[in-house]
C-alpha cells in the first residue's frame, strides 16, 4: 500500500513468475480440474476448460513469512500466469513491436520483462478455490485459482509504447516510493493500485490533481510524486496493511487518449472491466510489480 498525506493509497503489484506451467485446453468437471492440478507435479500449472482458466502456483516461504504472507504471494504468482499463459516462451518488447508491425501478432500475445508485465487481455472474475498446506514443513505453499481471461478487442497500437519504472521491486515498510513513466505518444496518465485483496485506490490523478493535469507528453519523462505534489508536502511511502508482515501489490499504469476514465472503479475486476470496455488501439497499460517486508 502506499500512503500519501497521511492517507492511505494502496499500491499493488507481485513477483515475476518462476517454474514452468503446462497449458491444456479441454473440457471436465472442475472436481477433476482441482484433482488434475493437485497430482500434477510442476510447481505451477494452467488448464483451460469451460470459459475458466485454472492454474495452481507455488510460493516458496521465507523463514519470517506467515501463512497469510504465503497465500498471497502464490495469487500473485498466479495472476501473472494466467496473464501470461498464452505465450508460454518470455518474449522482449522489441521482438513484440516486429511481429505487430509485421501484421504476425494479435490479442493472444503476451510480454513479460524483467519488471514490466503487459498482457492483451485482463483478468474478469477471480475465486481462489484452494489452499495446498501440505508441505509447509518444506516451506512450500500452493493455491488453486479459478478464472476468466478476456481479450481486449482490437490490436494495439505498436508506436503506443509505455517504459515504467518503480525505484526498487522490493521495499522496505515506510521507503519512499518513485515511479518514473516514459511514452511515446502522448496521453493522459491513469496510476491505480490494487491492494492483494483485490481492492482499487487511484494514486494519480488524485484530488490535489488539477483537471487536465494528467497529461503525459511523448518522449518527456515524468515522475511521481510530481514537482508540484512535493512541493505540498505529498510523497508516497510503502505501507503494509494492519496485521500483515509483507504485501505483494500491483500497480496498474494506463495512458489512454480519453480524460475522465475509471472514474468509480472500487475493485481489480472493475478496472479490468473498464478496459473491456475501449478499443486496443485507445490506450495501453503495464502493471508493475512490488513487495513490502517489514524491518528485520
Known amino acids: 500500500m502506499l500512503k500519501m498525506k497521511g492517507l492511505v493509497i494502496g499500491l499493488a503489484v507481485a513477483a515475476v513468475i518462476s517454474g514452468k506451467a503446462f497449458a491444456g485446453k479441454t473440457d471436465m468437471p472442475e472436481s477433476l480440474v482441482i484433482q488434475s492440478l493437485i497430482s500434477n507435479t510442476d510447481d505451477n500449472a494452467v488448464i483451460e476448460t469451460n470459459g475458466y482458466i485454472y492454474v495452481k502456483a507455488k510460493y516458496e516461504m521465507g523463514g519470517g513469512d506467515s501463512i497469510d504472507t504465503a497465500k498471497k504471494g502464490a495469487t500473485a504468482k498466479a495472476i501473472e500466469l494466467i496473464l501470461g499463459m498464452k505465450d508460454q516462451k518470455a518474449q522482449h518488447y522489441t521482438d513484440i513491436f516486429k511481429k505487430m508491425k509485421a501484421g504476425e501478432s494479435d490479442a493472444s500475445t503476451f510480454v513479460f520483462t524483467s519488471q514490466n508485465l503487459v498482457s492483451l487481455g ?3 472474475e477471480q475465486k481462489l478455490l484452494k ?9 512450500e505453499y500452493s493455491v488453486i485459482i479459478k478464472a476468466v481471461y478476456q481479450p481486449i478487442e482490437g490490436s494495439g497500437d505498436p508506436l503506443f509504447f509505455i517504459d515504467a519504472s518503480m525505484s526498487k521491486s522490493f521495499y522496505i515498510e515506510n521507503e ?10 502522448t496521453g493522459f496518465l ?5 491492494s492483494d485483496d483485490g481492492i482499487v485506490y487511484p494514486v494519480y490523478p488524485h484530488n490535489y490533481t488539477k483537471p487536465g493535469q494528467n497529461v503525459i507528453d511523448a518522449g518527456k519523462e515524468f515522475k511521481l510524486p510530481t514537482k508540484e505534489d512535493m512541493s505540498k508536502g505529498i510523497n508516497y511511502i510503502a505501507s503494509i496493511p494492519v496485521g500483515q508482515t509483507s504485501a505483494y501489490e500491483y500497480l496498474k499504469i494506463i495512458v489512454a487518449d480519453k480524460a475522465n476514465l475509471f472514474t468509480g472503479a472500487k475493485t481489480y475486476e472493475d478496472l479490468n472491466k473498464w478496459l473491456t470496455r475501449l478499443k486496443r488501439d485507445e490506450f495501453e497499460y503495464v502493471d508493475l510489480g512490488y513487495v513490502i517486508h517489514k524491518p528485520k
Open 122 to 124: 485482463v483478468i474478469t
Open 131 to 139: 489452499t495446498l498446506e501440505d508441505k509447509l514443513k518444506d516451506r
Open 176 to 185: 519512499a516510493v518513485q515511479i518514473r513513466i516514459n511514452v511515446q505518444k
Open 190 to 194: 491513469y496510476v491505480f493500485s490494487i
